[in-house]
Antibody, heavy 119, light 107 residues
Framework: EVQLVESGGGLVQPGGSLTLSCAAS????????MNWVRQAPGKGLEWVAN????????YYVDSVKGRFTISRDNAKNSLYLQMNSLRAEDTAVYYC????????????WGQGTLVTVSS | DIQMTQSPSSLSASVGDRVTITCRAS??????LNWYQQKPGKAPKLLIY???SLQSGVPSRFSGSGSGTDFTLTITSLQPEDFATYYC?????????FGQGTKVEIK
């Protein structure tokens, strides 16, 4: 059974840093692109970043470029999101999601971890 | 960036109704269009991928159609468990943008 379990969320002050983790199991992690998607309270879904199987390609939404870094450790079956210079508008539930198929849909999602940026 | 526009933003419907949600892309995305259902406090669930392919385990009352810029999600006979928010998403290019969502409420 495919499982994605996020952790690392919490309360952080504006300007602070946080690292999220996503532990993957039930599939060969190193075979798939992985993504982070977020959802601000009461708002819609926003794709944040993704990373290629070997980590050689990474892409970000403009609003987090230069502040967030996506990475992975295939030996540990884990995906990460290093978030720096956090702003109030980064407050959201953060989900990891696995790419699937030629058309790259998100078949599997984690349960999400809440990041709150507030003083 | 490709903008995804859903309509309506919300709708009220009764059990048994036929419901149609539309999604328009700001440029052609071929069939790189996916639909998700989300219930409060839960992660999104994939319903339809590649515009019209039904995800395994999803009831056949859900269907998707369209290509290019205009897409439709149809629920043929709304069931109580279908009251939720629905999102379209394009996977044609980065960033993988979502529509703003359509909340389906009980009339």
């Amino acid at each position: 059974e495919v499982q994605l379990v996020e952790s690392g969320g919490g309360l952080v002050q504006p300007g602070g840093s946080l690292t999220l983790s996503c532990a993957a199991s039930g599939f060969t992690f190193s075979n798939y692109w992985m993504n982070w998607v977020r959802q601000a309270p009461g708002k819609g879904l926003e794709w944040v970043a993704n990373i290629k199987q070997d980590g050689s390609e990474k892409y970000y939404v403009d609003s987090v470029k230069g502040r967030f870094t996506i990475s992975r450790d295939n030996a540990k079956n884990s995906l990460y999101l290093q978030m720096n210079s956090l702003r109030a508008e980064d407050t959201a539930v953060y989900y990891c999601a696995r790419d699937q198929g030629v058309t790259k849909y998100f078949q599997y999602w984690g349960q999400g971890t809440l990041v709150t940026v507030s003083s | 960036d490709i903008q995804m526009t859903q309509s309506p933003s919300s709708l009220s419907a009764s059990v048994g109704d036929r419901v149609t949600i539309t999604c328009r892309a700001s440029q052609s995305i071929s069939s790189y269009l996916n639909w998700y259902q989300q219930k409060p406090g839960k992660a999104p669930k994939l319903l339809i991928y590649a515009a019209s392919s039904l995800q395994s385990g999803v009831p056949s009352r859900f269907s998707g159609s369209g290509s290019g810029t205009d897409f439709t999600l149809t629920i043929t006979s709304l069931q109580p468990e279908d009251f939720a928010t629905y999102y379209c998403q394009q996977s044609y290019s980065i960033p993988r943008t979502f529509g703003q969502g359509t909340k389906v409420e009980i009339k």
